[in-house]
């Protein structure tokens, strides 16, 4: 059921908020135990905040287009009242938030009820989900592997049915990874288009976005959450939707970096996936080369290493090292190396990365590729066939949409030969998330997909 329809049943008095509340808290606790998504409850307040709602949907007044939904929050977001600990031993003993984080806060006042949180790789850095504080989390589609990250626990949540909304961020792929893995719906917005509030660690890379079970679902989240905040020199003034947005082209590449023909399961979906979208849209899809050097991905790390060390604190990272994830300590230690030169020439080259995308899509033009080109990752980190922790570049397609602000959507596109869904990534010109969106939707329409993994029931039933 789309999110419009249950928060339509609240302010109609055919469901209540405290039902639903009840329907999530009762699902996390019966389904999470082997996927390990929620790492914190939020029950009394949940329905204390469930029965205003319902009281003031009784005396008449007008609830917001979430209204009653129960809502997980990433754990490296703000809850008024919860820790956040970023899924870090170095953040374990954090004391409650004094307020909601921007989007949050706008997600409540819209009527959403927050009941929990969700796990993240320690500080939100990597593409797989798993911590020394919590643990792995797990796909629901295929227990062995890993929903993704570091949006993963969301993404897990989502999958499974506990909650029919779970908040998400993305700096390097952690909406889009997730959505792939998890077959969900799931946007990195232009850059700008949603005020950040906290400062984000990766100062420019980052951004919140919608993922969920539908096109429907993430535009109505991205409505929701978009607009300007005081303190974000990045933030448009203002962006609506066009009511007719199309591309006049569509570009098609199997990778964003030429590091080599993908793996042969994921090169057969993903041309599987091209032909069906010209059939879905009507529009002949040209093929491209992989668009940027391999620089584009050595320019994420140096930014988001740098970024994401000093603003841990240096200090803290050689004094609790023993603490960090193995991987995550390895990352930030290489990044203790790097020079501010080496920071700044990569922060320049942004300029040159974000003009050649520009330029090769125009105004109108969306490109299209896997989102990710490997099946996925094993639930603790490790690629199948190793024995170490850790995912190289070229199992990625999405770090490029961050270093150059443009919209990004992966939406469903397949089953892999390991149980793990395929996603189709749609890239568009910036400022243009209409247009993806509407392709996103035209897709939707023409091979619609299972709402929730094997084995599970959507929210809404």
């Known amino acids: 059921m789309p999110l419009q329809q249950i928060a339509s049943a609240v302010r109609e008095r055919l469901l209540s908020a405290e039902s639903l509340v009840a329907r ?3 699902r996390i606790e019966r389904l999470d135990g082997p996927i390990n998504a929620v790492v914190r409850i939020r029950r009394d307040a949940a329905y204390a905040d469930a029965v205003a709602i319902d009281g003031r949907i009784e005396a008449g007044e007008e609830l917001g287009p979430l209204a009653g939904l129960p809502l997980l929050v990433k754990d490296n977001e703000d809850v008024a009242g919860l820790p956040t600990t970023f899924g870090s031993l170095l953040r374990e003993d954090a004391v409650p938030a004094e307020q909601d984080c921007e989007v949050v806060a706008r997600l409540r006042a819209a009527g959403a009820i927050v009941v929990g949180k969700t796990n993240v790789p320690e500080f939100a850095f990597e593409g797989f989900t ?4 919590f643990g792995d989390t797990r796909d629901p589609w295929a227990l062995d592997w890993s929903p993704g990250g570091s949006s993963g626990g969301s993404g897990a949540a989502l999958a499974s049915g506990m909650a029919p909304l779970a908040t998400a961020t993305d700096g390097g792929g952690s909406i889009r990874i997730p959505a792939a893995f998890c077959g969900l719906v799931g946007l990195k917005p232009s850059a700008g288009l949603i005020g950040r509030d906290p400062i984000p660690s990766w100062i420019d890379l980052s951004t919140k976005g919608p993922l969920g079970l539908s096109v429907a679902d993430v535009s109505l989240l991205l409505d929701v959450m978009r607009g300007p905040v005081a303190g974000d020199p990045t933030a448009l003034p203002a962006w609506s939707p066009r009511l007719e947005a199309w591309p006049s082209r569509i570009l098609a590449t199997p990778r964003m970096v030429d590091y080599g023909p993908l793996p042969g399961a994921i090169a057969a979906l993903y041309e599987e996936a091209v032909r069906a979208l010209e059939a879905a849209t009507g529009i002949a899809v040209e093929h491209v080369p992989a668009p940027f050097p391999a620089q584009i991905d050595d320019d994420w790390f140096i ?3 740098i970024e994401e060390l000093t603003w841990v604190g240096r200090n803290e990272v050689v004094q609790r090292a023993e603490e960090l994830t193995p991987y995550l300590r390895s990352q930030l230690e290489h990044a203790a190396d790097l020079s501010p030169d080496d920071y700044l020439a990569a922060r320049r080259r942004r300029f040159v990365h974000t003009r050649s995308l520009d330029r090769l899509l125009g105004e109108d033009a969306v490109l299209v590729s896997p989102t990710m080109c490997v ?20 199992a990625y397609n999405t770090q490029a949409a961050n270093i ?8 469903p596109a397949g089953i892999s030969p390991n149980g793990v869904p395929f996603g189709m990534q749609i890239t568009g010109p910036r400022f243009g998330d209409d247009l993806v969106l509407a392709v996103g939707a035209s897709w939707e329409a023409s091979r619609p997909w299972p709402q929730v993994a094997p084995g599970f029931s959507s ?3």
């Not at 150059?404 to 939406?411: E, I, K, N, R």
């Open 24 to 26: 999530s808290l009762e």
């Open 404 to 411: 150059t602000g443009h919209p990004a959507l992966s939406v």
């Open 459 to 461: 929210f809404g039933e």
């Open 303 to 305: 930014t988001a290493a």
């Open 130 to 133: 798993s911590n020394r504080l």
């Open 375 to 394: 099946e996925g990752f094993y639930a603790d980190g490790r690629m199948p066939g190793a024995d170490e922790v850790g995912t190289p570049a070229a």
